[in-house]
């Protein structure tokens, strides 16, 4: 070690694998596993005290049956409705799109300047999706 505590760290110079079945296990898991084992048949009375908290606590309200049908069958009406409508009004947007865009002029650097900017929003969607906070 120099004269300004600069020196090699020898608890760290030895790599070792955690899965590998030779190295002993974590100190940490070693003092929970011990302190666990000591501590196993300890009991703290209550005197009932928990018994009387969990009788006094209200009970837990209780949906009407008619509702999870009742909510099956609107989820399904709306999925029905939405097979039929979707083809056409689909076929209407397809239409509508061909007509603006075939209607006009488009450079190249028209479409190159819409296909950055989809670029940059897709990367800033994933990026935003996949953040760690």
């Known amino acids: 070690m120099g004269s300004f505590g600069i020196g090699v760290n020898v ?7 955690p899965s590998s079945p030779d190295t002993p296990a974590d100190w940490l898991d070693q003092f929970l596993a011990s302190e666990a084992a000591d501590h196993a048949g300890d009991y703290i009375a209550d005197d009932g ?11 837990p309200d209780a949906l009407p049956a008619w509702r999870q049908p009742a ?3 609107l989820w399904l009406i709306a999925a029905a409705l939405l097979a039929i ?7 209407d947007i397809a239409r509508a799109a061909f007509k603006l865009f075939a209607a006009r002029p488009f450079s190249l650097s028209t479409i190159g300047l819409v296909l950055a900017a989809i ?15």
Do not use: E, K, Y
Request: proline share 5%; no cysteine; aromatic share 4%.
């Open 85 to 91: 409508t979707l083809p056409g009004t689909a076929h």
């Open 119 to 133: 670029d940059i929003a897709t990367w800033t969607g994933a990026a935003v999706a996949l953040r760690r906070d």
């Open 49 to 59: 005290f928990t018994a009387r908290v969990m009788r006094m606590l209200p009970a």
């Open 11 to 17: 608890m760290n110079t030895q790599a070792r694998s």
């Open 71 to 73: 909510i099956v069958a």
